[in-house]
């Protein structure tokens, strides 16, 4: 599966953006998909997860109420949809799709296919 992560650019602190993750092969509905963050010099850290069949969404704290993951399921495409930015959630973003339990979803180990990064940047 190959994924394709679009949708960042520049934004003002209190902004918004939409994400997406579209699989190239439009097998999406088959995986759980997952999107993390990595700020320069820092590890990849968590954001969001949801699964198609079966349910289930997972968010990190530090979006929780911010940030909102949704599919069409018709395109085969992820969506992160990110209100009320902050300077900090400047980093890379990535979407990466996986099939591992929903107790592993916050973990880079449970995904097995990676999109190239879009990058966000917030102004204060």
């Known amino acids: 599966v190959q994924l394709q992560a679009s949708g960042g650019g520049l934004v003002q602190a209190g902004g918004s953006l939409r994400l997406s993750c579209a699989a190239s092969d439009g097998t999406l509905s088959n995986y759980v998909v997952g999107w993390f963050s990595q700020a320069p010099g820092k590890e990849r850290e968590f954001v969001a997860a949801?699964?198609?069949?079966?349910?289930?969404?997972v968010y990190a704290d530090s979006v929780k109420g911010r940030f909102t993951i949704s599919r069409d399921s018709a395109k085969s495409t992820v969506y992160l949809q990110m209100d009320r930015l902050k300077p900090e959630d400047t980093a890379v973003y990535y979407c990466a799709a996986g099939r591992g339990p929903i107790s592993t979803w916050s973990q880079t180990r449970a995904y097995n296919y990676w999109g190239q990064g879009t990058l966000v940047t917030v102004s204060s």
């Open positions: 949801n699964r198609w069949i079966g349910g289930g969404t």
